[in-house]
């Protein structure tokens, strides 16, 4: 005579159909190939190379002891290409710690110190920074730091307020690194994380390697938000 099934093996079999359910469910599909990873980040290049403006963050927790260089940076940039924001050195002597108004345009660059009451001329060269207007070049700037990246692997998603981020890490060869940044040194390699929204736009990304010649690595952090309105940048 055949039997019912008692009523523990139901539930345990149940258990075990939703078991594997949401195992699979969790799996999130097949990893994302070297080749669909590239394609996100010439993706999210093109972005940032046709946005009108882009306003950026750039900062550092710590510079090794003896280096000039910036800690920090803010603003706003265009493709024309100009930038108007505040940047924070770490330096020797005066200019130590000091947070400066910064305008480039034109390809000069101008600074109000909390010594100056107007602008003057900078070379930013002076304080191992790039002229930050050419940060935004779409052959040498940061946006071809995402091309640049190879030996790609996708990471971990995470929630930014309402986006949620998607990280592609990778290497990026110093000479690709020593364009946008001069300081950095173009024998060097440098770890890179790109966080992509769900269009593929560069959103945050952070870079570790020899920043100042051959010394000891240095981690950047930057943030960016590209948007299609222009901003005008002028001369002050």
Same mark, same amino acid.
């Given at each position: 005579?055949?039997?019912?099934?008692?009523?523990?093996?139901?539930?345990?079999?149940? =258990?075990?159909?939703?078991?594997?359910?949401?195992? $699979?469910?969790? *799996?999130?599909?097949? @990893?994302?190939?070297? /080749?669909?990873? %590239?394609?996100?980040?010439?993706?999210?290049?093109?972005? =940032?190379?046709?946005?009108?403006?882009?306003?950026? $963050?750039?900062? *550092?927790?710590?510079? @090794?002891?003896?280096? /000039?260089?910036? %800690?920090?940076?803010?603003?706003?940039?265009?493709?024309?290409?100009?930038?108007?924001?505040?940047?924070?050195?770490?330096?020797?002597?005066?200019?130590?710690?000091?947070?400066?108004?910064?305008?480039?345009?034109?390809?000069?660059?101008?600074?109000?110190?909390?010594?100056?009451?107007?602008?003057?001329?900078?070379?930013?060269?002076?304080?191992?920074?790039?002229?930050?207007?050419?940060?935004?070049?779409?052959?040498?700037?940061?946006s071809t730091l995402l091309t640049s990246a190879r030996n790609l692997s996708a990471g971990e998603q995470e929630r930014a307020g309402e986006q949620v981020l998607s990280s592609v890490s990778g290497r990026v060869p110093g000479d690709a690194v020593a364009r946008t940044f001069p300081s950095?040194?173009?024998?060097?390699?440098?770890?890179?994380?790109?966080?992509?929204?769900?269009?593929?736009?560069?959103?945050?990304?952070?870079?570790?390697?020899?920043?100042?010649?051959?010394?000891?690595?240095?981690?950047?952090?930057?943030?960016?938000?590209?948007?299609?309105?222009?901003?005008?940048?002028?001369?002050?």
């Amino acid at each position: 005579m055949r039997t019912s099934p008692t009523p523990w093996r139901i539930g345990a079999r149940c =258990l075990l159909v939703l078991l594997l359910a949401l195992a $699979s469910g969790c *799996t999130g599909g097949e @990893p994302e190939d070297p /080749a669909a990873l %590239s394609k996100r980040l010439s993706t999210a290049k093109q972005t =940032l190379d046709e946005a009108a403006s882009i306003d950026l $963050s750039l900062r *550092t927790d710590r510079l @090794p002891p003896g280096v /000039a260089g910036i %800690s920090a940076a803010e603003g706003v940039a265009t493709h024309d290409p100009a930038f108007r924001g505040r940047i924070t050195i770490a330096a020797s002597g005066l200019f130590d710690g000091q947070t400066v108004e910064v305008v480039a345009v034109g390809g000069q660059v101008y600074a109000e110190t909390p010594f100056s009451s107007s602008f003057i001329q900078v070379d930013p060269a002076d304080f191992n920074a790039p002229d930050p207007a050419r940060l935004m070049d779409t052959r040498t700037g940061l946006s071809t730091l995402l091309t640049s990246a190879r030996n790609l692997s996708a990471g971990e998603q995470e929630r930014a307020g309402e986006q949620v981020l998607s990280s592609v890490s990778g290497r990026v060869p110093g000479d690709a690194v020593a364009r946008t940044f001069p300081s950095a040194s173009a024998n060097g390699r440098f770890d890179a994380t790109f966080w992509l929204d769900e269009q593929n736009a560069l959103r945050r990304a952070q870079l570790t390697g020899p920043f100042y010649g051959n010394g000891p690595a240095v981690t950047y952090e930057l943030t960016v938000d590209p948007s299609d309105q222009p901003v005008e940048i002028t001369r002050p």
